[in-house]
Each structure stands twice: as structure tokens, then as C-alpha cells.
């Protein structure tokens, strides 16, 4: 057993020599650099003087003018760069040093924005009454950083089921808002914005002013059509329709509803609505009707529940809830109603017929049944305007053309007001005085579509150039036919409210 023990021992003695000679090496540390650069993220303007922290390293660093920073001599791993200065959110980025010697990295700091300040109601004031239909809306909102702010403004009529009004991206601090509605409650809302941060102002409200009880009611042309206007004779009107042609307007007895005709449904029929255009609404079924669209017309019964209308050959009257439509008179083949008017006293209608030219007019009077019709004025070769009693319903005033010319126009060269006394069948000129003071008409110009003031004092009429190209304007006169003045240019087809 001693030669195998002494062979162990040569084997371990031979191992161990050989383990002293193997080499032994040791990995060395490896570095590198970080370096880098802060921008500001929203101007993209360098960031100078940012404190710059490595970690887990602690290294810390601070960017030079240029936004710069650079750490060298950087064990290689896996790092984290905070950048972080005054006035700014702190910002992280990691980098690696274990694939290169050098990172490089940008690092964008945002803004720390301060929000602007809740806007204040400037005007009009909270829950303010009375505020015109057209108003600007004002308020104030400032922001500590000088940001630029644009705005948001939601308005909302209150009682209405539309959606709300959005005004955006509105750089000034007031909104001027148009067709508000009269007698109506507004709620609005402003939200501000920075362009980083939105705040909402308290909502505010106001009531428009209510709808003016202004004194006429006319139509002119807008783009070719007629629509009904309503003011007091001053530079404010209000536009009362806007679908179709729409003219002839009518008010009732009680001055709250005002018919007219229109043609917005193709046929020409009366449409009903409010004083102030509300509840708009077609009223009849069986179509207004005659020679010339524009000449026709129609008048309210005294007590305001019916309306008396003009279709072709045949009179008829319609409740004002479009039933109870009844034939009042019917004429001959080959002569048909223009337009009519009814007056209490004595209650009586009078009418103007035509044939088929609109140079061949009279006037009758008949009972509301449409009996005991009698003709109190007649002119073969001249135009006329439809009719309308006096206050005490014993006379009549319309317009009658004076010139010879008949052309397919049926155009006039010189219509004068007339008044009629129907009980000694008498007529007074009103457009024939010598001067202005006693009515004078200027010449190549009609007197055209009369009708008095509701108290009859006054009379309101149109007056036109005779070419039918020319001014067209409303007048007023005192019912004598003195004191001719201008009330209102480029109107026609006034009503006295």
C-alpha cells in the first residue's frame, strides 16, 4: 500500500505546481460620458442654468447658455438624467452607457403654466333686465404668465330644446350677439383657455327686452322679395318673415296678430302670426286668387274672428283657427274680387271688382251675407287700389290712377288719393293740393295703398315713382290731405298698428 500512497502524493504535489503557474486577470472598470441638452418644450428656446441629476450616481451638473451639460468619467450602466429648474415641470430621461461610451440625450421641459384667472362678468349685468336683441357680451380674465388666452362662450335660451350656441376661439374679451329673441331669459357661460390650461366662469343669465309696440307695419324688398316689417318710422325696424314673398300685411282689431299673404307655399294663401312673428302658420286652404298677386287684398271681420278674402270670382270668409270657411258673393264668369274691407258700423263690406283688365274697376257695397250689393264707384280705364271705410264707416278711401297709358303691367302715371262720402256720394282729392302743406304730389310719381290711423286722423299711404324702377317710400298726411310728410323710404303696403 506505500508505493500507491507515494504515487498520491507525486499526483497532488504535480497538481498544485501546475495551479501555480496558471494566470490570473481581473475585468478592469470601464467610463464613459453623459452629455446633453434642455429645451424648452413649447418655444423650443435653450434652458440655461437647469440643474441636471444623474442617478443613481448623484453626479450632479447645471446647462450652460447653450442648454448644454456634459458629465464625464461615468461608471457604464444604466442611468437616470432629472432635469429640473424653476418655473418648469421636472423632467426624466434614462440612458445607457452599456452599449456606447457616450450617451447623448434632449430632455424638454414643459412649462410649470399657471392657469389664468376665472373670468369676471363685466356686462351685462347678472340677471339684468331689458337688454336689447342685439348686446355685447363682456368679461375679464387675466393670466400670470402673459400666455395669450382665447375663449369659449356658450349661450343657452332658456325654454328652448335646440342646442346650445358654441362661439369659439374668440380672442377678445367681449362677444357681440345678434337675433336674440325678445322677452327671453339667455344663460351663458365663458371658459378661458392658455393653451394649457381651461377654466370654466360662473354661469350668468339675462332677459331681453320685451318685443316694442311699434306703430307700423309695412313690406319691402329684400333680394327680390317682399317681407314684413314692423317700426316706429325710425332707423329701427324689425324683420318680421323671412321664407318666401310675403306682403300685405293686416293687423287685427286688437293690434296682436298681423295676417298677410305669401306666396311660400307656391299658392298664394294667408298666413297668421304674432306681433312680434311668433307662431308663424299657414290659414287657409282654398288659395288667395286674382288678376295681379300684388294688388289683392283682404281685410279682418270688425270683431276679429274672421277674415274676408278675394279668390278669383268668388268672396269667402275663414275663422281665424282656419275653419268655418263659408262662399260670401260669387260673380259672374269674366269679373273677379280684388279686395275688400269690413267695417262695425252698419256693418258692411265693401269690395273692388275688376274684369279681366285691371284698368276696369268699381267698388260695391254688400252685407256680410254677401246680399243687397250696390256699386258706389266706377272707374273703365283706370287702375284703383282696394278700399277701406273710414273710422264711423261713411267713407271710403282708395287710390285712383288719372293718366291714359294701359300697358299689360297695368302700370300708373298718376294715382291720387281719393275719399268718398258714401252717403252724398262725393269724392275729395287728397294728392291734388297746390303746395306741400295742402298735399301736393310731386309729378311722375302715384299715391298709392292708403289707410287711416287708427284713430283716423291720419292717413299712411305709399308713394312710388311711376316707372315702377324708381323710390318707392311711405308717407303720412293728415286726413284732410295737409301736412304731407315722408315716414319711411323704400316701404310699400303700410298698415296703421
Known sequence: MKPFTNLLLIVFLLTLIWGCNEDFTVEPQRYGAVS???IDKKTGRFVSKAVVRLSPSGRITKT???GHFRMDTIAVGKYTLQATKEGYQDRSETVDLTQS???TTVIYLAYNDRAPTEPMLVRPASEAKAVPTTTTLMWKSTDPDNDPLTYDITLIREGSTDAPQVFSGIKADSLV????????TYTWQVKVSDGSNNVNGKTWRFRTMEFPDFAYVYAKKINSRYQIFTSNGTSEEIQLTTEGSNWRPVVSPDRKRIAFISNAQTDLHIYLMNRDGSELHRLTSTPVAGIMPLDLSFCWS???TQLLYPSNNRLYAIGTDGNGLRLVSELATGYFFAGCDWTSQGNR?????????VYDNRIVLMSPSGKDTTTVYRRKSNRMSNPVFSVDGTRLLFATDYGSLQDWQGRQLDSQLLLYDIARKTTTNLSAGTSTATGYKEAGTNDLEPRFSPNGARIIFTNADNTGTGAVQLMTMDADGKNRKLLIAKAEMPFWK
Do not use: E, F, H, N
Not at 177 to 182: E, T
Not at 349 to 357: P, W
Open 36 to 38: 446633453g441638452q434642455v
Open 64 to 66: 450652460d447658455t447653450t
Open 177 to 184: 350677439v345678434k337675433g336674440l329673441l325678445y322677452g327671453t
Open 302 to 304: 270688425p270683431d276679429g
Open 349 to 357: 263690406i265693401a269690395a273692388r271688382l275688376t274684369s279681366y283688365s
Open 101 to 103: 461610451m457616450t450617451a
